[in-house]
Structure formats: structure tokens, C-alpha cells
């Protein structure tokens, strides 16, 4: 899937809930480059980020450090000095601890501008290779870390550090595309594909921001919505999974036309089967909540439905009349420039004011 890089930004930007990064020069910067490859959006986004904390002040804490002494300090470890026999060599065991940069946060971002500058010549531009490598030099007391996912869920954002939001975004997002090169250290870069389920989820994140921020008069739901089978299961049963529709618009007032609707997103290679129908699986998932989600609200009227793919260079827009629930299946083309998926955004909106029995109010 090919995304421009000024749309994969605004993309990010929305998914991510960064809005305050919308309007700033790094999005003119992105929109002067619209064919760049997605790895050089991902280093100019670790370079501007880093540059502007690094203004500001890195994160530091404090680290518990071990050490062998000639003269007291912190808390002597009497275990460890007389298991050691240092006292016969005018020396004592002692831990303290040090305020350093040398934190979880800032290991993830050298790491991840380290593994980015050393993908090939020919998949990064040379110039931002090089503000890479000068940038992980600035951190010399800081080490080098497996950017595995744990890492990144165990970093914990405060008031003191919330500025790394972004940037440990993109660093989680450029660790799960870097696949390592054999045993010669260097990595490749996997471009964005539709099949991916990271960019399904991008996907999904992506046009809730936008409709929470662009069109709050939607009512739209915070997350993704529980939907209630209404099962009862015996003592000792194994449980009912849950469900979860991606976008959920609440029906809001006492009109009966209002009703709720319900859209489930994907990002796939080829949103129809092969015989040119609608693909089982994900109307099957669909009717899933459509039906299930009346059952435990009874008050509000049968919702609508929308499966709505991710596509790249062409579009569609179907509509059924299913018993007791409209269906939509349509398309949001992300190969177009941000100016045009903004207007089509804006008219994917507007339907489903319509669909919900609300008056659209079009940007």
C-alpha cells in the first residue's frame, strides 16, 4: 500500500491523537515531499523530536549503581564486602544511586535511530543517515537496548515526560518494520502493506481520531465498543469471547428516526472474494454486532452498519437494505493527497449523520 508522506503523517497524527503536531513545520516540511519513502518521514520525525526534546531537556532518573570503593559512599554492603574480602584491600562494597540520562526512554530512541541508520544506502537518504548518527552520539552514557515490545509497554508517561509521546510512537512503529539482515548487523525496512495488522490498526485509530476531532458532533464512542451477546453460561463453562465493534456513533436524543450505527474497519488486499461478493467473513462479523447489540439495548432502535476498507488508488461505495438494518460498504482511498482524503473524510461523516438519522454539518 502506498501512502504519500504528508498523508502517512497526517495519518500518524490522528491515529496517535497528536493533533498539536497537525499545523506545525514538520507537516509542511512532510507535505514538500509527498513521494518520499515512509522510512525517511520516520527519520525526519525521530530527528525533529529528538532535536526539540533535546532543547528542552532529556529525561533523567535515578539508577542504582554497584561498585567497589575506596571510600564510603551511599549504602555499604557489608554482605558483598566481607564475602569479597575487600577490607584486606582497603576497599567496601557500596550501592548509590545516580541521576542519569541512561533511562528506558532514552535507550529506545538511540537504539531506534541507530537500527534506522543502518538500513542500506539505497533505502535511506544519506542526509538523514547522518543527522541520525550525530544525534545517538549526543547520548554517549546511554545504552543500547532490544527494541522488543515490552520494553516499549513498560515505559510509563508522566508529567515530567509526556513529551516523549510522539516520539516513542514513532519509535515503536519503526522497530516492528525493521527486519534484521542475517548476522551482519544491518536491517531492511518492511514497507506498509494491507495485510499488515499494524496498519489495520492504524487504520482503525486513524479515522476515529479524525471523526473525534473533525466531527465531535458525531457523539462518537471514546474506544471500541463492548457489544453483549446476552448469553448466560453455566458454572465451569468456558467463557464467551468478547466483542468489539472498531467505531461505534451513539444514537443521541428522543427522535425515532436516530439510531445507533456501527463500522467495522479493515485494511486488507482485496476486500472482495474472488467471485466479486461481498466477503463472508467480515459481513459475518458485522451482522455479529448488529444483531447481538439491540438484544441488551433494547430502548434504541436497530443500528446501521458500515464495513469500510483502507484502499489505495480506487474507490467504491455500495449500500444494502438488510431486514431492520442498513448496510454500507465503501471505501476511503489513503494513496491520495491529504487535501482530498480530508474532503472524503468529511463526506464518509456526513453519511453516517445520515445513517444515524442526524443532520450532517459538513466542514
Known amino acids: 500500500m502506498k501512502i504519500p508522506a504528508h498523508t502517512l503523517y497526517v495519518v500518524l497524527c490522528y491515529a496517535w491523537e497528536r493533533y498539536e503536531h497537525l499545523d506545525s513545520a514538520a507537516a509542511r516540511e512532510h507535505a514538500s515531499v509527498p513521494d518520499d519513502l515512509p522510512q525517511n518521514l520516520m527519520a525526519r520525525l525521530l530527528r525533529d523530536s529528538f532535536r526539540r526534546l533535546w532543547r528542552r531537556g532529556l529525561d533523567r532518573g535515578y539508577l542504582e549503581r554497584a561498585e567497589d570503593a575506596r571510600r564510603p559512599k551511599g549504602k555499604i554492603d557489608m554482605a558483598r564486602t ?29 537504539s531506534t535511530m541507530l537500527r534506522l541508520a543502518s538500513l542500506p544506502a539505497n533505502e535511506l ?21 532490544e527494541l522488543r515490545g515490552e520494553f516499549f509497554h513498560g515505559v510509563q508517561l508522566h508529567r515530567n515526560n509526556s513529551d516523549y509521546g510522539f516520539l516513542l510512537s514513532v519509535c515503536r512503529l519503526v522497530a516492528a518494520r525493521l527486519v534484521p539482515e542475517g548476522r551482519s548487523g544491518r536491517y531492511r525496512f518492511r514497507a506498509f502493506t494491507a495485510s ?46 468478547g466483542m468489539f465493534a472498531d467505531i461505534f456513533v451513539s444514537a443521541r436524543g428522543a427522535s425515532e428516526k436516530r439510531r445507533s450505527v456501527i463500522v467495522e474497519t479493515k485494511c486488507v488486499d482485496k476486500p472482495f472474494a474472488r467471485d466479486g461478493k461481498l ?42 437494505s438488510f431486514p431492520g438494518h442498513p448496510i454500507e460498504v465503501r471505501s476511503l482511498d489513503l494513496g491520495q493527497a491529504w487535501p482530498d482524503l480530508r474532503r472524503d473524510l468529511h463526506h464518509l461523516a456526513n453519511d453516517l449523520a445520515e445513517l444515524a438519522g442526524a443532520s450532517a454539518s459538513a466542514a
Request: charged share 25%; hydrophobic share 40%; proline share 8%.
Open 125 to 145: 537518504d544519506p542526509g538523514l543517515r547522518r543527522d541520525l548518527l550525530r544525534l545517538a552520539r549526543l547520548l554517549p552514557e546511554v545504552d543500547e537496548v
Open 279 to 320: 466477503r463472508s467473513d467480515h459481513l459475518y462479523q458485522l451482522w455479529a454486532y448488529l444483531t447481538n447489540y439491540p438484544r441488551t439495548n433494547p430502548a434504541n432502535r436497530s443500528p446501521a452498519g458500515m464495513l469500510l476498507y483502507a484502499t489505495d488508488g480506487h474507490s467504491f461505495r455500495h449500500a444494502y
Open 196 to 241: 499488515d495488522t499494524e496498519m489495520g490498526r492504524l487504520f482503525e485509530a486513524f479515522v476515529r481520531g479524525f471523526l473525534k476531532r473533525e466531527r465531535p458532533e458525531l457523539g462518537l464512542w471514546p474506544g471500541n465498543k463492548r457489544i453483549l451477546f446476552g448469553v448466560v453460561a453455566p458454572i465451569g463453562a468456558p467463557v464467551v469471547p
Open 82 to 110: 566481607v564475602a569479597r574480602a575487600l577490607r584486606s584491600r582497603a576497599r567496601v562494597a557500596v550501592r548509590y544511586e545516580e541521576l542519569t540520562r541512561n533511562v528506558l526512554p532514552n535507550r529506545l530512541v538511540k
